[in-house]
């Protein structure tokens, strides 16, 4: 059985819709990444999933659970996108504090939380959050998001503006937590890390799922395999508008399937021709992403533009706990 259950989802502020329709499931073990972007919707969605804010309409549930829930609250572990640390604590003292709220006992939390910050190479461990860089505090918000040892993780852009070294570990460390079992939502921009962790995406565009599946099924969908074709005459003819090039002595011609190879094969051969390489390029996520973006952008949504007052983000973790 699923571990998440979205379904029908929306979120309106005033008349614009952040979110809408969004219906997904998240089998166990799953790392399930999110991506679209800037405004798409999926901060929003990530924060309904974790009962931070309140859907318009729909549901969503974590192992049974409905947002909110104690139940469900010890079982989920939230990175939000811009970390609330407090400043004024050390890391130790930040986290140890979490780990009391969530009742941990305090040996046990003491060495989950040694070894998490081992495992994120976190030095200064007793210095001010203060006085932290920004990577340093994501390792401390991210070791925050584990203190309670939950089965679910909802991690949002857990590695964005970070330098590639702290990047590198937090994608790392996403990838071994998932191999321990972990379920894990995650939502990013830089898709050649969502391509390399994730089992399954969904593209959001506009506060819409406009594609979802593994990278594969979104690939073959959306931009599937191109076959490019060399050979010594131009046999473009044979498939009515192919894009064919002069390259040096070559003729290159760019067709989409197996069956297209063939007939160009046909063609050079009645030509007296030969084909001289054949090549295949598979579209990158970020390509594919921007084919769908662009794409659901001109087939517009029925959206209201009407930005309204902030809904109450419930960000403190205090309430995060209580709620
Ligand atoms: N509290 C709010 N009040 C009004 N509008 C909001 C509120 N929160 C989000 N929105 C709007 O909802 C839309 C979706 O925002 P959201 O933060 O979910 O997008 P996102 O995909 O996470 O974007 P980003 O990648 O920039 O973080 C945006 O147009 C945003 O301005």
Request: hydrophobic share 35%; proline share 4%.
């Amino acid at each position: 059985m699923a571990i998440v259950e979205v379904e029908n989802l929306r979120k309106e502020y005033g008349g614009f819709a952040a979110v809408e329709g969004s219906t997904f499931s998240i089998e166990r073990g799953e790392v399930f990444g999110i991506v679209g972007p800037n405004g798409a919707g999926k901060t929003t969605t990530l924060k309904m999933i974790a009962g931070l804010i309140e859907p318009t309409d729909g549901t969503a549930t974590v192992a049974g659970h409905t947002p909110g829930e104690p139940a469900m609250q010890r079982r989920l572990g939230f990175l939000p996108e811009e970390s609330p640390l407090y400043e004024e604590m050390t890391a130790l003292e930040y986290l140890t504090f979490f780990a009391d709220l969530y009742d941990v006992p305090s040996e046990v939390a003491r060495e989950r939380i040694d070894r998490t910050l081992d495992r994120l190479d976190l030095e200064h461990r007793t210095r001010r959050i203060g006085n932290m860089s920004k990577g340093m505090k994501r390792k401390v918000a991210i070791a925050r998001a584990l203190v309670n040892d939950p089965e679910v993780l909802i991690f949002d852009e857990p590695a964005s503006g970070l330098d590639p070294l702290t990047t590198n570990y937090i994608i790392e460390f996403t990838r071994e937590l998932s191999e321990a079992g972990k379920t894990i939502i995650f939502s990013a921009h830089n898709l050649f890390h969502v391509e390399s962790i994730c089992d399954r995406v969904a593209v959001m565009n506009h506060g819409r799922i406009v594609a979802r599946g593994t990278v594969d099924e979104i690939r073959g969908t959306h931009g599937g395999t191109e076959y490019h074709v060399y050979a010594t005459v131009d046999a473009s003819h044979a498939l009515g508008e192919i894009s064919a090039s002069r390259e040096n002595d070559q003729v290159r011609h760019v067709v989409g399937g197996m069956d297209d190879v063939e007939s160009i094969r046909e063609a050079v051969d009645a030509e007296g021709g030969r084909i001289t390489d054949i090549q295949t390029t598979t579209p990158s996520l970020e390509e594919i992403f921007l084919e769908i973006a662009s794409g659901s952008d001109a087939e517009g949504t029925a959206r209201s533009d009407t930005e309204t007052e902030a809904d109450a983000d419930t960000t403190d973790p205090e309430e995060e706990l209580e709620a």
